[in-house]
């Protein structure tokens, strides 16, 4: 049950290193005051016992000389002047008295034992006599026995005797503490600010974009993080430029001998079925040649702009009719949405090429909104893609077991897929379509409202 709970906390705790590294400094502050707090209470108390004691004692040895020494006739007018200027009041002890004692702390239990080691023990105290709240002693005017030596209460005014809360040091101390903490903010935030702009540069590389450069200002370590990450990102881009210009050569240096074979080919007179299975596997040597270099492709040099997916679906819808095939277009009118218009025509044409090829049949194009993002949906009605593999199959060259035996094709199809939608800011989503099937879907940008 406890484990269950500190888990629940710890769960419940921040997430960001800003707030997790704040609260733990703040935490041991707190407890860094808490306890230099009890350490100098605690040695405090013995010395402030003393000192209240003493001055219990003088003001004790100072009344009782006073009163001795005073002629008799002009001790009332001594009461009285000892009441006003010095506040300290004398009243005769009695039997009956009604007294509440001192409360019960150790610095009292201190300053109690003190005084009755130079007054005597049988000095009384109290909080509040006959309904007079003060701090009372009791004191005799000379030493002979307790039952001959009359007996008298003295109050001293509490404020000499009990030093209130230190309400003013604990001010400070809280102005201290806030002062350390504010510090502490500031000190983690330099920290964080850094490394969220990192993050934020990891997710567009992550998108297939080139991030921006990183400052490579700061502590020795944050500065050395950065220019680490602007290098990588630089090495990224380098590396997707070499790549392109070398399937660019490759295409260029594949498709002129290809062309060369598919003209000899038709020349040369043989049996029309074996010309036309030949032909057909050069045209999927040159379709896989085309889907390598859509893949390393990143934007085509387009940029982001608005598009209607309505107009675009309804656009592949006239340019599959011609080549045969009837694709059922669903669309709720105009959905504007923030794309690379030819990457995203590439996107949904290598879909709707996906599910002509293993479905079976044409499949159907939706058009509308989800959640106020721009969607494009292509459904079909095939085998569908088992929901432990649906992320594994974004992947380059991955191919189901069941698309094995189909050997057209070079497993890049989704994998450019994901690539251009994940290059728009944009997610791309294989769900199991209801009554069987699948659903590929294109969730993208909406475009801010004038």
Not at 34 to 58: E, L, M, N, P
Not at 172 to 197: E, H
Not at 263 to 272: F, H, K, R, V
């Amino acid at each position: 049950m406890a484990s269950a709970r500190y888990l629940s906390l710890f769960h419940a705790a921040p997430r960001t290193l800003l707030w997790r590294i704040f609260l733990v400094v703040a935490t041991l502050m707190l407890a860094s005051v808490a306890v230099w707090s009890a350490i100098f209470s605690h040695f405090d108390q013995s010395s402030r016992a003393r000192q209240t004691a003493q001055t219990v004692i003088s003001i004790i040895n100072l009344t009782r000389t006073a009163l001795l020494n005073a002629d008799p006739a002009r001790r009332k007018d001594l009461l009285l002047d000892l009441a006003t200027l010095e506040g300290i009041r004398i009243y005769p002890a009695e039997t009956q008295d009604k007294v509440l004692p001192l409360e019960d702390t150790a610095i009292m239990r201190m300053v109690i034992t003190d005084v009755r080691k130079q007054l005597g023990m049988d000095t009384r105290f109290a909080s509040s006599w006959e309904g007079l709240t003060g701090f009372w002693v009791s004191f005799r005017l000379d030493d002979d026995p307790p039952s001959e030596s009359m007996e008298f209460w003295v109050m001293l005014p509490s404020e000499r005797i009990i030093r209130p809360h230190a309400l003013e040091w604990m001010w400070w101390g809280a102005a201290a503490l806030c002062l350390a903490t504010l510090g502490a903010y500031m000190i983690v935030s330099r920290l964080s600010r850094p490394l969220k702009a990192m993050a934020a540069a990891a997710r567009t590389v992550g998108r297939g974009e080139v991030p921006p450069q990183l400052s490579e200002s700061g502590p020795a370590e944050l500065s050395d993080l950065a220019h680490a990450f602007n290098q990588m990102s630089h090495d990224l881009q380098q590396l997707d430029a070499d790549r392109a210009l070398i399937l660019a050569g490759v295409s260029h240096d594949l498709r002129t001998p290809l062309a060369r074979l598919r003209l000899g080919i038709e020349m040369c007179g043989a049996d029309p079925a074996d010309i036309d299975a030949m032909v057909s596997d050069i045209e999927d040597m040159d379709r896989i040649i085309g889907q390598f270099l859509e893949f390393s492709k990143l934007d085509g040099g387009e940029a982001l702009t608005m598009l209607d997916l309505s107009e675009l679906a309804s656009e592949l819808v006239t340019l599959y009719a011609r080549r045969g095939f009837t694709l059922e277009l669903r669309s709720i009118g105009r959905v504007m949405a923030v794309a690379r218009p030819q990457a995203l025509r590439r996107a949904v044409t290598n879909l709707i090429e996906n599910a002509l090829r293993y479905a079976g049949e044409t499949p159907e194009l939706e058009v509308g909104t989800d959640q106020g993002r721009p969607t494009i949906r292509v459904l079909d009605r095939g085998p569908g893609i088992p929901e432990a593999d649906i992320e594994r199959v974004k992947r380059p060259f991955t191919r189901l077991e069941s698309a094995r035996s189909n050997t057209k094709g070079s497993g890049l199809g989704l994998a450019i897929v994901d690539r251009i939608v994940r290059g728009q800011n944009g997610e791309f989503r294989l769900t199991p379509r209801q009554g069987g099937g699948l659903t590929a879907s294109i969730h993208l940008r909406a475009t801010t409202k004038a």
